[in-house]
């Protein structure tokens, strides 16, 4: 069975203050590990697709990293829109089904 | 705006009542899902679509039902509400094979 684990679960950090979130998975044949984006009260907005190992992508001030058993998302100099839950998951095998984490709640202080 | 669309966005059940959420992409997209999202549980697959005309359990299936209605449609039926049904509900679409899904605002069902 697919497992993907996200730390920590709740995150709070200064205007400023830069910050990595981790997801670690355990699948067997990933096709694809996917970094969303969800604000309260509206469904998760996707942000990045990773496919193999040492890959990476950024979009403003976050940066998504792969390796073989984790990814990171790294928040720079974060601001407070970045505020919201971040939601890792994982595609495997030969479906297109994902597998989600439980989500990395960020709360960015002014 | 292309997207997903899901209705309704808010509704409150009796034990027992039945109901119907319902979903619909205008993406061409072939794959739908639904997902539930409790909190400190994360998101739940509860049944998937593939294809037009196909439907699969996800992880969490009993005490629903779904419909493929066409390409564009994909239901979701409480037959008896319960509960422990009370949840975010989470309709998506994806092209197979191709990145990530696209997801709908969410329906909000409390069962009292």
């Known amino acids: 069975e697919d497992q993907v684990t996200q730390s920590p679960e709740a995150l709070r950090l200064q205007e400023g203050e830069s910050s990595s979130l981790n997801c670690s998975y355990t699948?067997?044949?990933?096709?694809?590990l996917f970094w969303y984006r969800q604000d309260p009260g509206k469904g998760p907005e996707f942000l990045f697709t990773?496919?193999?190992a040492g890959e990476e992508k950024e979009k403003e001030r976050l940066k998504a990293t792969l390796t073989k058993k984790e990814s990171f998302l790294h928040i720079t100099a974060p601001k407070p829109e970045d505020s919201a839950t971040y939601l890792c998951a994982v595609q495997a095998g030969g479906n297109n089904r994902l597998a989600f984490g439980k989500g990395n709640q960020v709360v960015v202080i002014p | 705006n292309a997207g997903v669309t899901q209705t309704p966005k808010f509704q409150v059940l009796k034990t027992g009542q039945s109901m119907t959420l319902q979903c619909a992409q205008d993406?061409?997209?072939?794959?739908m899902y639904w997902y539930r999202q409790d909190p400190g549980m994360g998101l739940r697959l509860i049944y998937y679509?593939?294809?037009?005309?196909?439907?699969d359990k996800g992880e969490v299936p009993n005490g629903y039902n779904v419909s493929r209605l066409n390409k564009r449609e994909f239901s979701l039926r409480l037959e008896s509400a319960a509960p422990s049904q009370t949840s975010v509900y989470f309709c998506?679409?994806?092209?197979?094979?191709?990145?990530?899904?696209?997801f709908g605002s969410g329906t909000r069902l409390t069962v009292v």
């Open positions: 990773l496919y193999s």
């Open positions: 699948v067997s044949g990933l096709r694809g």
């Open positions: 993406m061409n997209h072939n794959s």
């Open positions: 679509s593939a294809s037009e005309g196909t439907t």
């Open positions: 998506a679409s994806s092209v197979q094979g191709a990145d990530g899904y696209t």
